[in-house]
T-cell receptor, first 113, second 113 residues
Framework: SQQGEEDPQALSIQEGENATMNCSYKTSINNLQWYRQNSGRGLVHLIL?????REKHSGRLRVTLDTSKKSSSLLITASRAADTASYFC?????????????FGIGTKLQVIP | DAGVIQSPRHEVTEMGQEVTLRCKPI?????LFWYRQTMMRGLELLIY????????DSGMPEDRFSAKMPNASFSTLKIQPSEPRDSAVYFC???????????FGQGTRLTVV
């Protein structure tokens, strides 16, 4: 079963608006990562947040992590048409076993110019 | 570094034929992952290697699928015999450590007719 589940599954906004995507997961994690995938391309790593961190920034990206609720959010501020892509969260379980990094099904973001 | 290199980019084959997908990870990365992406199931981890050793192949759907990593710079994913339901985009990814960011190749789009 998917460990991370993003919502919404699809999001359409106007250029300049902010976009927020959420990710929920089920078991305890070592870290959580967000990736972007442009159509027909591979996934590109955006940001990693560790389980002992609550918030992280990278340029126009802001990621929060709430381990008590087992959820994370990705905020893209001042969106651009080039941000149109699918966004995935990936959860890395605690070490101690050979466990899988699992991806959610993604949020498809469309930014309308 | 050129990143993770996959070949071929596109493969169209007839049902029953053998298909071999190839991957060259980033030099120095100890982990290599094979994923399959479809609209219905999203991104699924098939198998991953650590230092060329297969660690977890529980995601491999059937015995028709096999993967090898004969050395640190090369891996193959083989499907024999192929079936139409194997049609998907297959990604290879590598990382320095299991919990670190993963670098993805551009993928191989496989169509089995």
């Amino acid at each position: 079963s998917q460990q991370g589940e993003e919502d919404p599954q699809a999001l359409s906004i106007q250029e300049g608006e902010n976009a927020t995507m959420n990710c929920s997961y089920k078991t305890s994690i070592n870290n959580l990562q967000w990736y972007r995938q442009n159509s027909g391309r591979g996934l590109v790593h955006l940001i990693l947040i560790r389980s002992n961190e609550r918030e992280k920034h990278s340029g126009r990206l802001r990621v929060t992590l709430d381990t008590s609720k087992k959820s994370s959010s990705l905020l893209i501020t001042a969106s651009r048409a080039a941000d149109t892509a699918s966004y995935f969260c990936a959860t890395v379980p605690h070490s101690g076993g050979y466990q899988k990094v699992t991806f959610g099904i993604g949020t498809k973001l469309q930014v309308i110019p | 570094d050129a990143g993770v290199i996959q070949s071929p980019r596109h493969e169209v084959t007839e049902m029953g034929q053998e298909v071999t997908l190839r991957c060259k990870p980033i030099s120095g990365h100890d982990y290599l992952f094979w994923y399959r992406q479809t609209m219905m199931r999203g991104l699924e981890l098939l198998i991953y290697f650590n230092n060329n050793v297969p660690i977890d192949d529980s995601g491999m759907p059937e015995d028709r699928f096999s993967a090898k990593m004969p050395n640190a710079s090369f891996s193959t994913l083989k499907i024999q015999p192929s079936e139409p339901r194997d049609s998907a985009v297959y990604f290879c990814a590598s990382s320095l450590d299991r919990g670190h960011r993963a670098f993805f190749g551009q993928g191989t789009r496989l169509t089995v007719v």
